[in-house]
């Protein structure tokens, strides 16, 4: 019976010795890290303010039954724009919102001919300030270290105001256009930028926009013959330099569990 007993604990002796050999032959185990992604699908919340750089309009006063006087030297002041939207990411690539914007008004100024002024121009000025909803679409292009690139497209409409329209004319009474007039146009924006992920829910955007808005009228002149005549501002085109912050619900980058494997290795024996 001892012969048996210390067989049993030589053969034990021996197995843990064999185990101990072949776990230390073995390589360490690597640890594979997934790198963060962002989720997809969700809610949310952005808003945005910037800075609107207008192109140079095309002014003319424009009376039934009389050709137009066409304006030269145009050009419209830079305003600064705020807004605010609601959208949805569909998925890691595309997503879509809706967007309400308030641009301040920007002094528009032009030169016509003046018929009365001794070969003089007269002035021509207006204030114009712009509504606009639009939907928009958005491509984003990939995700590195929490920054995603995008380049989007947007179509809508633009409420265009007019007021404080005046034509100043060398040595008479200025002219005046009493009132304001606002108009609803077709309006389409292209724009480009790039997200910045602060934490799982909220980011920073900032981007580019070109937006056309349209054009513009004033109200009617007071001391033309029809009643009927005004100025047109035309051709109302942007490049808005925009930052933003977005707020998304049930959203944010997640974290899969790391990968963990065991390399295979040559197998040791104490035998």
């Known amino acids: 019976m001892n012969l048996f007993f210390k067989r049993l604990s030589l053969t034990g002796f021996a197995v843990a010795l064999s185990t101990a050999g072949y776990a230390a032959d073995l390589p360490a185990p690597v640890i594979e890290h997934i ?24 002014g003319s006063f424009q009376e039934p039954g009389a050709s137009d006087l066409r304006f030269t030297g145009e050009s419209l002041d830079n305003a600064w724009m705020i807004g605010v939207g609601v959208g949805y990411q569909f998925n890691r690539y595309l997503r879509a919102d809706i967007t309400l914007d308030y641009e301040t008004p920007a002094e528009a100024k032009g030169y016509a001919d003046c ?12 204030d114009i300030d712009v509504w606009t909803t639009m939907v928009n679409a958005y491509i984003d292009l990939g995700t590195w270290n929490r920054i995603t690139p995008y380049v989007g497209a947007g179509i809508g409409a633009a409420y265009v105001r007019t007021d404080n329209a005046v034509s100043i004319n060398p040595g008479q009474a200025d002219g005046v256009y009493r009132g304001t ?19 799982n829910n909220f980011s920073i955007d900032a981007g580019y926009r070109y ?20 100025v047109h501002w035309e051709d109302l085109t942007a490049h808005e330099f925009r930052l933003g912050a977005r707020y998304s619900f049930n959203s944010g980058f997640a974290t899969p569990a790391p990968v963990v494997y065991q390399p295979q290795g040559p197998i040791s024996s104490n035998f």
């Open 211 to 230: 937006k056309d808005l349209g054009d513009a009228r004033t109200v009617v002149y007071d001391n033309v013959r029809t009643g009927q005549g005004r």
């Open 35 to 58: 790198p963060e992604v962002p989720a997809v699908g969700g809610l949310y919340l952005r808003g945005d303010i910037g800075y609107k750089i207008y192109s140079d309009p095309t």
């Open 181 to 199: 007039n606002g108009e609803w146009n077709f309006a389409w924006a292209l724009m480009a930028g790039a997200e910045y992920a602060v934490n």
């Open 115 to 126: 018929g009365t002024c001794s070969g003089l121009q007269s002035e021509e000025y207006a």
